[in-house]
């Protein structure tokens, strides 16, 4: 049987604001993992360009065998929402027919809108004259649709579009006066 890679996101916002964990979740059942001689991954930004790994400056970020052994990696590079897709390889020294050893996904982070949002809901708690505020639960159902719109697009694998609705979200953000 042939190998398949795989991995997952976790976000870990306990960490930093858009921090995640990546999980190598592939199955070494038919091609061990002793068959491999290295694991990196890239994150892509929808104009195709990457964001370096911070501590080598590299293009890719490396997940060899040796220094994640619990095939789990720590990402904590991304200091705004964004939408990415993530491209992991993993290279055979004994590459088997049929085997994929690339695998691509896209993500969203959403923990800078996500914390902003929360503050807005703080503010209604504190100010129950809000709810009653056109302007005010307009511009947060805006907000909010771009939250959904932006998980709608990675679902549909479209991170371009998931990229305008976060730029629209720190357009709101940048310009909080749109709420009062």
């Known amino acids: 049987m042939a190998f398949t890679g795989a991995f ?3 976000n870990d916002s306990a960490t930093a604001l858009n921090a995640f964990i990546l999980t190598d979740t592939s199955s070494y059942a038919e091609e061990a993992k002793v068959t491999f001689s290295d694991r990196y ?4 930004e929808i104009d ?3 964001i370096p790994e911070p501590i080598s400056g590299l293009d890719y970020w490396d997940f060899n065998y040796t220094d994640y052994p619990d095939d789990t990696r720590l990402v904590t590079a991304l200091t705004e929402d964004v939408a990415l897709r993530i491209q992991m390889f993993w290279v055979s020294i004994s590459p088997q027919v049929g085997s994929t050893y690339v695998k691509s996904t896209p993500f969203d982070f959403l923990d ?4 902003f949002k929360y503050g807005l809901v703080q503010d209604m708690a504190a100010n ?3 709810v009653n505020n056109k302007n005010f639960m307009q511009a947060l159902d805006v ?5 959904d719109s932006s998980e709608v697009s990675i679902d549909e694998d479209d991170p371009y579009e998931s990229q305008k609705c976060i730029e629209n979200l720190q357009f ?3 310009n909080p006066n749109l709420f009062y």
């Open 143 to 147: 907000f909010q649709t771009n939250i």
């Open 172 to 174: 709101l953000m940048a």
């Open 41 to 44: 991954f890239y994150l892509y």
């Open 112 to 115: 800078y809108a996500n914390q």
């Open 48 to 50: 195709g360009s990457t």
């Open 128 to 130: 129950r004259n809000l």
């Open 8 to 10: 997952t996101k976790t």
